[in-house]
């Protein structure tokens, strides 16, 4: 049981590490950022659709 205790409150290792002078960063959360500011270029980019021209008006 203390075993246990003591297994769970342990810290996750986070993964890989990036250093880049004074910033520190996980690899997870540095793709994350870039895959976010990759959606943002493209949104700002691609344009929105045109509206339909009905025939009918």
């Given at each position: 049981?203390?075993?246990q205790l003591l297994a769970a409150s342990q810290p996750v290792p986070a993964g890989p590490v990036?250093?880049?002078g004074w910033?520190?960063?996980t690899v997870a959360n540095l793709l994350v950022i870039l895959l976010m500011v990759v959606v943002?270029?493209?949104a700002?980019?691609?344009p929105f659709p045109a509206p339909r021209e009905d025939e009918d008006r």
């Open positions: 049981m203390i075993t990036v250093q880049w910033l520190t960063i943002f270029v493209l700002l980019l691609l």
